[in-house]
T-cell receptor, first 112, second 114 residues
Framework: NAGVTQTPKFQVLKTGQSMTLQCAQDMNHEYMSWYRQDPGMGLRLIHYSVGAGITDQGEVPNGYNVSRSTTEDFPLRLLSAAPSQTSVYFC???????????FGSGTRLTVV | AQSVTQLDSHVSVSEGTPVLLRCNYS??????LFWYVQHPNKGLQLLLKYTSAATLVKGINGFEAEFKKSETSFHLTKPSAHMSDAAEYFC????????????FGQGTTLQVKP
């Protein structure tokens, strides 16, 4: 049982490059979210989804896109990387609003 | 609007002594509340959750938390700290509805001294 799988674990980008952070879960969860974690700021919600084909913005969506074509996958796209996007990114999934989320192990992204 | 405040950014205890991590929340309705733990360079693990059932919630690894509506608090406790408890702890409130959105506190770093 893999849970929530994030790839890659580490990535270095140059300013202006684009990339996609992958997230997949095998628990048939409807709810999926992307968070970024920065020192002293806890985790902040970027985008979330309540089911295939349904996505919405969180607290810090600028510079990021998402789509949810299947229940299992929820990729996060950085359109044009900026140094301010240097962070640790976590994907999470849950079966409903009250169950509690299962988190992936994170992607550490550095933009130079 | 919902919000969550962790009252201590850093807590230091000796091994074998009690742990208290404090959390206050603000919510316009009965909230869902969670505590997560993050060990260094790891993902987050759910310790326990409150979803309007029993006010005293037991979690994994001997942790428990008590929901006190009158004080809008959800403090995390453990009777006896272990070295392996050293980690970052997050108090989290669910925004409710069908969004599944979570609001995280800033985190409390727990240091356990031998």
């Amino acid at each position: 049982n893999a849970g929530v799988t994030q790839t890659p674990k580490f990535q270095v980008l140059k300013t202006g490059q684009s990339m996609t952070l992958q997230c997949a879960q095998d628990m048939n969860h409807e709810y999926m979210s992307w968070y970024r974690q920065d020192p002293g700021m806890g985790l902040r919600l970027i985008h979330y989804s309540v089911g295939a084909g349904i996505t919405d913005q969180g607290e810090v969506p600028n510079g990021y896109n998402v789509s949810r074509s299947t229940t299992e996958d929820f990729p996060l796209r950085l359109l044009s990387a900026a140094p301010s996007q240097t962070s640790v990114y976590f994907c999470a999934s849950s079966r409903d609003s009250f169950y509690g989320y299962t988190f992936g192990s994170g992607t550490r992204l550095t933009v130079v | 609007a919902q919000s969550v405040t962790q009252l201590d950014s850093h807590v230091s205890v000796s091994e074998g002594t009690p742990v208290l991590l404090r959390c206050n929340y603000s919510s316009s309705y009965s909230p869902s509340l969670f505590w997560y733990v993050q060990h260094p360079n790891k993902g987050l693990q759910l310790l326990l959750k409150y979803t309007s059932a029993a006010t005293l919630v037991k979690g994994i690894n001997g942790f428990e938390a008590e929901f006190k509506k009158s004080e809008t608090s959800f403090h995390l406790t453990k009777p006896s700290a272990h070295m392996s408890d050293a980690a970052e702890y997050f108090c989290v409130v669910g925004m409710g509805g069908n969004t599944g959105k979570l609001i995280f506190g800033q985190g409390t770093t727990l240091q356990v001294k031998p």
